[in-house]
């Protein structure tokens, strides 16, 4: 303790390390308003990692019951799944680009129209499917049911249009609801869509169906967390830089008490130390 109160009179008595005690500080109050975002995001990514989990396993529910309007939709409600009757309108089915599997490689999804028995149409994502062998659209895109068909399948938000993107025929660059319906020239639901789960009758190849993902809310909360204890860690290296450099300047001016301290520091550094006849005797040993 000799040392460290030498160290807190130099600080308080020598107008030179005010201004770096200023600095380590303002230093100090940076990293923790860091660490607290760090924080703070990691809260935001539990809260919306655990509204998936409890979405994604609740039970399904009439379309209306969520959606009461064409255009409604909140995002608490991603992942909740929903009950769908009707027919598949296979001639104005579209592929959505750029669009990877969890492991990363790149596809399409299928994104079929699907009219509702009251007439209005609901957006359904059938699923993924690989690039081609050969060439960049997909060797085959597996037909859904024909007829009335009961369809299962979790809500997602309009992705919007992808300003200054493009698309051959039969592709779309986004999930964009409002061109699919001024495609399909219908009354559709253009605040969400849904991701298939189920089709009742089945058939016997289908899409990859998309599962919800952790990953879905951004980064791994364990990510944050580690920032946020690197930010307080770098807090405290900063006051510890402080006083490092202030028993550098009394060792310089010869205090004796830091001096003193010093040089037992070194004295333990050498009892410690292996003797050059121990050292000798290791290398022997090696050989």
């Known amino acids: 303790m000799g040392q460290f109160s030498r160290i807190l009179k130099a600080l308080v008595a020598d107008g030179r390390w005010h201004r770096y005690l200023a600095l380590a500080i303002a230093f100090?109050?940076?990293?923790a308003l860091l660490s607290w975002w760090q924080f703070s995001r990691?809260?935001?990514t539990a809260e919306a990692n655990a509204l998936i989990t409890a979405n994604?396993?609740?039970?399904?529910?009439?379309?209306?019951d969520l959606l009461p309007s064409r255009t409604a939709y909140r995002a608490s409600l991603q992942w909740r799944t929903v009950e769908v009757r009707g027919q598949y309108l296979t001639d104005d089915q579209l592929l959505v680009r750029n669009?990877?599997?969890p492991n990363g490689n790149p596809g399409f999804e299928v994104l079929t129209p699907f009219r509702l028995e009251d007439g209005d149409v609901f957006v359904l994502d059938r699923g993924w499917v690989s690039i081609g062998t050969k060439?960049?659209?997909p060797d085959l895109v597996p037909a859904p049911p024909t007829g009335t068909v009961t369809v299962l399948a979790r809500l997602q938000a309009?992705?919007?249009?992808?300003?200054?993107?493009?698309?051959?025929?039969?592709?779309?660059?986004s999930i964009d609801l409002k061109q699919v319906a001024h495609d399909v020239g219908a009354p559709t639901y253009t605040g969400a869509y849904g991701q298939v789960r189920s089709e009742s009758p089945a058939v016997a190849t289908t899409p990859e169906r998309i599962e919800p993902q952790p990953a879905d809310t951004g980064v791994d909360e364990g990510t944050h967390l580690s920032y946020a204890i690197q930010w307080i860690i770098f807090a405290?290296?900063?006051?510890?830089?402080?006083?490092w450099s202030i028993r550098r300047d009394l060792l310089d001016a010869g205090d004796e008490v830091v001096t003193a301290a010093e040089e037992r520091a070194v004295a333990r550094?050498?009892?410690r130390a292996p003797s050059d006849e121990a050292v000798e005797d290791e290398l022997t040993d090696a050989r």
């Open 269 to 271: 550094r050498a009892r």
């Open 236 to 243: 405290l290296l900063g006051f510890v830089a402080l006083g």
């Open 135 to 137: 060439q960049d659209r």
């Open 42 to 44: 990691r809260a935001d």
């Open 28 to 31: 100090a109050i940076g990293c």
């Open 158 to 173: 309009d992705e919007g249009p992808l300003p200054g993107r493009t698309a051959p025929t039969g592709e779309i660059p």
């Open 99 to 101: 669009r990877v599997d």
């Open 56 to 64: 994604a396993s609740a039970g399904p529910v009439p379309l209306d």
